[in-house]
């Protein structure tokens, strides 16, 4: 399949989480892609603002359908849709098809504006040392971690759908990857005390080649434009 297909075209830049949940499903999935990365002052305007109007990244743009798509969880579902004919990162049918919706629209919604928010008060925001800000979403990515923890526990499975690793949990990995970096210094070890479950989960993500492919892209895209890494 992947031979006979465009690229698809995958907007970025080099700071964000969000477009790496979907540079992940499109390696997983073996669709070819390319990222063009938007510079963070164009993202408002013309001529980007016309594929994405919440002047974002990421967006995705199909070739081969003449789609475009924008949001990360929409971008997700229109690769699903079109590029997951074998239900490889997917269950199609009832109960699991309804706990990938539940856990989708918890990523989207209590993981990433939450765990947002923790890095925009510890490096972007005017203020600095705003520590009730800053422990009020340290305290949000301990808990959203926290859910994921008690629901491996009390399913004793590995991942968070069924019996395979799917779309859902490759959603949460780019903002659990920073989660360390937000709640600071010796936090990896707390996290790998207090949230057993949740942290091997974490590194079997982390494992995957698709993780580490699409984060090998993203350094190599830093060397390139001479972009170093926190």
């Known amino acids: 399949m992947a031979a006979q297909l465009k690229p698809l075209k995958l907007y970025s830049h080099l700071g964000g989480p969000n477009p790496l949940k979907v540079a992940i499903i499109l390696t997983e999935l073996g669709v070819p892609f390319h990222q063009d990365l938007v510079d963070m002052s164009k993202l408002k305007q013309e001529p980007y603002i016309t594929v994405n109007p919440n002047g974002r990244v990421p ?41 990938q919706a539940a856990w ?11 765990f947002g928010q923790a890095v925009w008060f510890k490096v972007y925001h005017p203020e600095k ?71 091997a989960w974490r590194q079997r993500l982390e494992a995957r080649e698709s993780v580490k492919a699409a984060y090998a892209e993203i350094e190599k895209l830093k060397a390139e434009q001479g972009a170093g890494s926190h």
């Not at 070739?63 to 199609?92: F, M, R």
Request: aromatic share 14%; charged share 25%.
């Open 59 to 99: 967006a995705l743009e199909d070739p081969n359908t003449g789609v475009v798509v924008w949001e990360s969880g929409a971008c997700i579902e229109y690769l699903l849709d079109n590029y997951d004919k074998e239900h490889k990162l997917q269950y199609t049918s009832s109960p699991e098809k309804w706990d």
């Open 104 to 114: 989708k629209y918890f990523q989207v919604s209590g993981q990433g504006p939450y």
């Open 129 to 199: 040392n705003l520590t009730s800000a800053i422990d009020r979403y340290n305290g949000e990515i301990k808990r959203v971690l926290g859910v994921i923890d008690a629901h491996l526990a009390k399913t004793g499975k590995p991942y968070l759908v069924g019996d395979k690793v799917s779309f859902v949990d490759f959603m949460f990995v780019p903002w659990n990857h920073i989660a360390p970096f937000c709640l600071g210094e010796g936090s990896e070890a707390e996290l790998e005390k207090t949230l057993p479950l949740m942290w």
